[in-house]
């Protein structure tokens, strides 16, 4: 296996390891400050429990998520070294942004939020809270506009030429504002929400199913499940937001999403099916001329096909970021349902009453954790074969000094480590969810309230 293929699975397995963590702290984070808001408006004790315990879980998150990061920094210098240089003061800028503005906020209140209880007043600490919540999120902003500047490049000028090209920053809130940075922004906030949210709602549906704290896991249920629908319903607005936006500033990623070959067209949506890339055919059941609807709001409306552009600017993977694209928008679509579902029957007085339902909630954790992986995927593989979108190849920006051996091995050592790693978080968050939100040996009485 050749060096930049090699590089570029150590990075996409790093990156996506490291990518299950991030959703979970901010999903987490927006539902303890629910949870927090709620205990100061009712002084209901069920809330303050519920808040002190997914603290814990975020924790364990954030602290694990901290780790498997630091490593991309290095790669970027060992692997990346061409690409490093060229996009060094676009990212440099990114990156110190979050430095400055999202990762010391939410270290400084993480502080406060752990070790604030009974230290400080409880408005202090639910500010706290808010801030922690906050940091999560403006670390996303920065890592995504980062990304979107490859995807979509603005606010910059080029610097030399060949190995010694770079891109220079002309216009800081023109590069930060790139034409697809607002909508990948809000679709990785809504798909962080739904991580966080349906753990909350597999952990108290265990509960809740072994009949253990009925009460608070009740709470906690509805709690999580607004927030999940609603983000849900509003990911299709988003969603459809940033296919619009690839339609305009990467039309051969679209054209590859759907499998979509002929040049000017109308083009269909799948609902699934197989793309043979060699003879350009796609068997699978689908919507005549659905996408050109979703571009154009015409069926018949033209859409650019792979063949309009030469063979060696598309992607090679065509199946592939097809079959990533089908899985991530059908496990939204999934999400909808199952939620909408739910939400009729709280509303109807029944939600609980359903076990069955409950057992699907239990598992359905991993589905957003699988539809944010999947998304990544189609949108990197859809953009090569760029590694900067119209002006940097991937297969350009490796570094020319490092071997295949030395990446082999590398993989293999992060391997090893990062799934030691798992292996802690699995355990350290399945301990926390065995013992409960409850402290029995400490305060029994005040436990057998709420059990």
């Known amino acids: 296996m050749d060096t930049e293929i090699l590089a570029r699975i150590q990075f996409a397995f790093t990156i996506a390891f490291h990518y299950i963590y991030p959703p979970l702290s901010i999903g987490i984070g927006l539902i303890m400050v629910i949870m927090e808001g709620l205990y100061l408006k009712t002084g209901n004790k069920h809330y303050e429990v519920l808040t002190r315990f997914w603290l814990k879980i975020f924790a364990i998150t954030f602290g694990i998520g901290v780790a498997t990061g630091i490593i991309m920094e ?30 010391g906020l939410e270290s400084a209140f993480l502080g406060v939020l752990i070790f604030g209880w009974n230290r400080v007043s409880p408005k202090v600490h639910f500010i706290s809270a808010i801030g ?55 679709h990785v906030w809504q798909g962080a929400f739904l ?44 969603g459809h937001s940033s296919a619009d936006g690839v339609a305009e500033n990467q039309p051969a990623k679209l054209a590859a999403m759907e499998g979509h070959y002929e040049s000017n067209s109308p083009a269909n949506m799948y609902l699934f099916g197989w793309v043979d890339n060699e003879n350009q055919e796609i068997t699978g059941v689908g919507v005549p001329g659905g996408l050109s609807f979703l571009v154009h709001q015409d069926f018949q409306e033209p859409v650019t096909g792979l063949n309009a552009f030469p063979k060696e600017d598309r992607p090679s993977q065509v199946n592939a970021v097809f079959q990533f694209y089908h899985i991530m928008v059908s496990i939204g679509m999934f999400l909808i349902g199952l939620t909408l579902y739910a939400s009729y029957l ?86 926390k969810i065995k013992h409960g939100p409850y402290d029995e040996a400490k305060n029994p009485d005040e436990f057998l309230k709420y059990v």
Do not use: C
């Open 132 to 186: 922690v919540f906050l940091g999560s999120m403006f670390s996303a902003v920065w890592i995504v506009v980062a990304n979107s500047w490859q995807q979509t490049p603005a606010g910059y000028h080029i610097v030399g030429e060949g190995f010694n090209a770079r891109a220079e920053v002309t216009d800081f809130w023109a590069m930060v504002f790139n034409p697809s940075s607002v909508d990948r922004i809000i």
């Open 74 to 103: 290095f790669e970027f210098g060992t692997n990346w070294a061409v690409y490093s240089r060229y996009v060094g003061d676009i990212f440099g800028s990114a990156l110190a942004a979050e430095g400055l503005f999202a990762f």
């Open 195 to 238: 991580s966080g949210a349906f753990l909350v709602l597999s952990v108290h549906a265990y509960y809740l199913l072994k009949g253990r704290y009925v009460e608070i896991s009740k709470k906690a249920f509805k709690i999580a499940l607004g927030v999940a629908t609603v983000i849900a319903l509003t990911q299709l607005i988003s």
């Open 346 to 431: 709280w509303w109807k007085g029944k939600l609980f009453d359903k076990k069955w339902l409950l057992r699907i909630f239990a598992f359905s954790v991993l589905l957003p954790q699988i539809a944010n992986q999947v998304g990544w995927f189609a949108a990197e593989m859809g953009r090569q074969p760029w590694i900067v979108y119209g002006h940097l190849r991937t297969n350009e920006g490796f570094s020319q000094e490092v071997s295949s051996n030395q990446i082999l091995f590398s993989l293999i050592l992060f391997l090893v480590v990062y799934a030691v790693l798992f292996l802690l978080f699995v355990y350290s968050v399945n301990k």
